[in-house]
């Protein structure tokens, strides 16, 4: 008997008879009393999560709360502090198969009553290992649909069930730091300058606890981010990722809670087959994280690039896109430069982030660049200022300290750049990007240490050590939108896939579409098969089940379901 399942024998059996999940006002869903045995487990009362629009119904005499929540509707921060908000609405709502759409609009309509769409309705707020394992095993006793959910950033929505159960885990605020951390089992001479992050912690408080101890960790960009959930769990990329690697390249030790309800210590030495698995593999998937141990590093100085070319012609436009796409891999791999960078019709606009490079040293690395773009976009703005910053934190909270503009219905499609295209043919890449219905967005955030990891040694798609930098093209719509317009906005992401495809299969799994037609290949590669045997031996009832995750082809469109 597998020994994950020992303290649960019968559940097994559960999901194999019924072959559908129990959801929120179907007669299976658990009575009053199961709820209050379950509370009696729990250190918090259960959550009731309510959309943040709530507040604001009836619209003829709102609560009290409905000015906050029009004050803090874009606030990212405020929203993961809801644990009935999604930092994009449009996964709040739920559109019915007759197109009829269930949401709880901010922007408040008489005609349009608040309905829960798909929020789940009732949850755990955990703060301790036994809150998580007693909503763990209450899921699988009553065959619940579980999200596990943490700051609701999720592109595709995989924070959020209609008629499920919700274990939130925000709350799980613990950072340590350890000046010589040893993984459990490791040899005691293998310690490291760590940082311990509970899985609510998010990446602002993670890098100010980091900077207390004059250290720095890799994380995302977005400070209201999760530090120990699904974003380590996709990969994690940050503006850092070519000097320290990725988030997944950074991690020691997780600590789990198991779909059987199993506490376990996962890193090199102990459980390593999860332990590749949850470095890539994907949230909400093999088992729920409590917490994440990451390596620290020396701060070092930033130079911070600023630029913005406007041009006045597609003909430009292709050029200097052309040449920003053919000079990234030896940006990346020579000193470890990152960033970002948007791209409109008319102007692409750059922030790029060299690490311990002086000012005078950045300048002339893209002098080049520079003077390339001046000489052909005749008439059009050309600009570049270049900054120094002490530190990667001092750069952090002077740029990024008001975090975060969210709270606007979006989707994405999305392509990882290979290195070899960019270098050999980067008016490909070019021709991709400018032939997408309208903008997007280009994280340079591999290259350099990214590449120089054993594609092997995590289970991320191991394109990503290949690749120098991530496009994705966003889409959205209006709150109050017409299921037709949802559609057409929706249409244009599946033809971006298309554009996008050119480029290659691969894309990171924390940000990408819900409508990719080979998910298992796209988001995962030649390492689906072992994530799939790993995910069956920690979770083989498929308690743990997310869009396009491992495991989530065996059900149906509304995971909900035995195919
Ligand atoms: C505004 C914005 C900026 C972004 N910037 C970056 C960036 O700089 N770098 C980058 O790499 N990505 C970025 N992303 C994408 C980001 O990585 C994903 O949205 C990621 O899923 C967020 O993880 P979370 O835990 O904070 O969010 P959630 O939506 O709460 O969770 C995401 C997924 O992880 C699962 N999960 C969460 N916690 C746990 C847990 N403890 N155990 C098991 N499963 C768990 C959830 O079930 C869900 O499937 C950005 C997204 C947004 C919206
Ligand atoms: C308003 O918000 C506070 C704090 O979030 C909450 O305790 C209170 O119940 C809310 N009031 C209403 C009427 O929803
Ligand atoms: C659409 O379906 C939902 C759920 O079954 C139902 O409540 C709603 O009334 C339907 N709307 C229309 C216009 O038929
Ligand atoms: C958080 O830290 C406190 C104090 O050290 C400890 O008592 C508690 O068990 C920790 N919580 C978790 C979930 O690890
Ligand atoms: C460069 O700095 C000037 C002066 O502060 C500012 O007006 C301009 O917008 C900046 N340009 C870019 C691309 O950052
Ligand atoms: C930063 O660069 C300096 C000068 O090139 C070098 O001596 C130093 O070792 C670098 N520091 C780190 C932490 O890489």
Redesign the pocket.
């Known amino acids: 008997m597998n020994i994950l399942w020992f303290a649960l024998p019968f559940t097994r059996f559960a999901f194999g008879k019924l072959s559908c999940r129990c959801l929120y006002g179907e007669k299976c869903w658990p009575k009053v009393k199961d709820f209050s045995d379950l509370a009696s487990q729990l250190s918090q009362p259960l959550l009731h999560p309510k959309p943040p629009g709530s507040a604001c119904y009836p619209p003829d005499s709102p609560s009290e709360n409905c000015s906050k929540v029009m004050v803090n509707m874009h606030n990212?921060h405020w929203r993961?502090d809801q644990s009935g908000s999604?930092?994009?609405p449009n996964f709040e709502t739920h559109t019915f198969l007759n197109g009829t759409i269930s949401a709880c609009y901010i922007d408040t309509m008489p005609s349009f009553p608040c309905t829960q769409g798909s929020i789940p309705e009732i949850g755990v707020d955990a703060r301790s290992i036994q809150d998580v394992q007693a909503a763990v095993k209450f899921s699988l006793k009553h065959t619940l649909r579980l999200?596990?959910?943490?700051?609701?950033?999720?592109?595709l929505g995989?924070?959020t069930a209609r008629g499920g159960f919700l274990l939130w885990?925000h709350n799980l605020k613990n950072i340590t730091y350890n000046l010589a951390f040893v993984p459990s089992g490791a040899p005691p001479d293998r310690y490291y300058q760590a940082l311990t992050v509970g899985?609510g912690v998010?990446w602002h408080e993670a890098y100010e606890a980091a900077e207390t101890h004059g250290r720095v960790v890799l994380g995302?960009?977005?400070g209201s981010?999760?530090a120990?959930?699904?974003?380590i769990?996709?990969?994690?990329?940050?503006a850092l990722a070519a000097r320290h690697g990725l988030?997944v390249d950074n991690v020691l030790e997780f600590e789990?809670v198991t779909a059987g309800g199993v506490f376990l210590t996962v890193n090199a030495y102990k459980n390593p087959d999860l332990f590749w698995a949850l470095r890539g593999g994907?949230?909400?998937?093999y088992?729920?994280?409590?917490s994440t141990t990451y390596v620290t590093h020396d701060p070092v100085p930033l130079t911070i690039v600023t630029g913005l070319v406007n041009f006045k012609s597609p003909v430009v436009a292709k050029r200097v896109i052309t040449e920003f796409v053919r000079i990234l891999p030896s940006l990346a791999d020579s000193t470890g430069w990152g960033g970002y960078a948007f791209l409109s019709r008319n102007e692409l606009s750059l922030l790029l982030v060299a690490p311990n490079i002086t000012v005078d040293d950045a300048d002339a690395t893209l002098e080049p660049f520079f003077t390339f773009t001046k000489s052909v976009t005749v008439g059009g703005v050309v600009q570049h200022n270049t900054t120094h910053f002490d530190s990667f934190y001092s750069w952090y909270s002077a740029t990024f300290s008001t975090d975060?503009e969210?709270g606007t219905n979006v989707e994405l499609g999305s392509r990882l750049i290979p290195r070899n295209l960019a270098e050999h043919n980067p008016e490909t890449v070019a021709d991709a990007m400018l032939a997408l219905p309208h903008s997007c967005r280009i994280?340079f955030?591999a290259g350099g240490a990214v590449s120089s990891v054993d594609p092997e040694a995590t289970g991320l798609h191991p394109d990503w050590r290949k690749a120098i930098a991530l496009v994705y093209y966003a889409d959205g719509w209006e709150d109050k939108a017409y299921a037709s317009l949802i559609e057409s906005a929706r249409k244009r992401i599946r033809k971006s896939l298309e554009i996008l495809g050119r480029l290659g299969s691969a894309t990171?799994f924390?940000?990408a579409s819900l409508y990719e037609k080979d998910p298992q290949e796209t988001f995962f590669g030649s390492h689906y098969k072992r994530l799939k045997v790993i995910r069956d031996k920690y979770d083989p009832v498929g308690l743990?089940v997310?869009a396009g995750?491992v495991g989530s082809e065996d059900w149906d469109h509304s995971l909900n379901c035995r195919r």
């Open positions: 990212s993961s999604m930092q994009a999200v596990i959910k943490n700051t609701g950033h999720d592109y995989r924070s885990m899985a998010q995302a960009t977005a981010i999760g120990g959930g699904g974003w769990m996709g990969g994690g990329h940050g988030g789990v994907g949230g909400g998937t088992a729920v994280v409590l975060g969210t994280n955030v990171y924390n940000e743990l997310v995750g």
